[in-house]
């Protein structure tokens, strides 16, 4: 239990369903890699959560590699001009990296950051990503695994923030319109 319960309107996902699904996830990634060992890009700060408990419910083992990014936009809209805050400190040049990510709303930031990677020359890239909202189907990126799509609402929890709250709920949920000064 947290104090910042009292701000979730309603839970989207549960923390047994995450559970769940990163296991599933795991199981399908496992076999897709056979006998290649990914580097997992972790986008921060988001998806920190989600890469350590995929990256533990993996039986492969991994290199967990972490960057994090901003993308320029008003208020909650991303605008597709990203800024590399903390960039990778290893060359992925050669390796089989799988971004793990926490969630796709335009796609603008992926879509960025997929072509800055790829001009690294890595042997393979693909796309992890605990959630997918509806608009992420207009841009046209390859997203390899998805945990849960879910409706075109803000959420919060499991690593998403509000002004930087809520990211230690261990569910996801919609915030109270209170919480927003509305
Ligand atoms: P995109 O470029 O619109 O796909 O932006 C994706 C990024 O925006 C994610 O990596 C999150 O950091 C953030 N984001 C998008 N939707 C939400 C949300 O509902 N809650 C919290 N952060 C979000
Ligand atoms: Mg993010």
């Known amino acids: 239990m ?7 309107e309603e839970i989207v996902v549960s923390a047994d ?5 990163i296991a599933e996830l ?6 897709d890699y056979d006998d290649r060992e990914p580097v997992l890009v972790g986008i921060l700060k988001g998806a920190a959560m989600f890469m350590s408990d995929l990256a533990r ?5 991994t290199r967990m590699e972490f960057m994090a990014v901003s993308s320029y936009g008003s208020g909650t809209q991303s605008s597709g001009v990203v800024r590399i805050l903390k960039d990778l400190d290893f ?3 050669g390796e089989h990296v799988l ?21 690294r020359d890595p042997a393979s890239i693909s796309i992890v990503t605990l959630l997918r909202k509806p608009d ?17 609402e803000f959420v919060v929890g499991y690593g998403l923030d509000y002004a930087e709250k809520y ?5 996801i949920g919609r915030l109270s319109p209170a919480v927003y000064g509305g």
């Open 17 to 21: 369903q995450i559970d769940d699904r």
């Open 26 to 31: 795991a199981k399908e990634i496992d076999a």
């Open 99 to 119: 971004i793990v990510e926490d969630i796709i709303d335009s796609g603008l930031t992926l879509s960025w950051l997929l072509k800055n990677l790829q001009a």
């Open 136 to 152: 992420a189907v207009k841009v046209h990126i390859d997203v390899n695994y998805v945990g849960f799509d879910i409706p075109s």
């Open 2 to 8: 947290s104090v910042l319960d009292a701000d979730i």
């Open 57 to 61: 419910a993996l039986e492969r083992p």
């Open 167 to 171: 990211r230690d709920l261990p569910y």
């Open 91 to 93: 060359d992925i040049a």
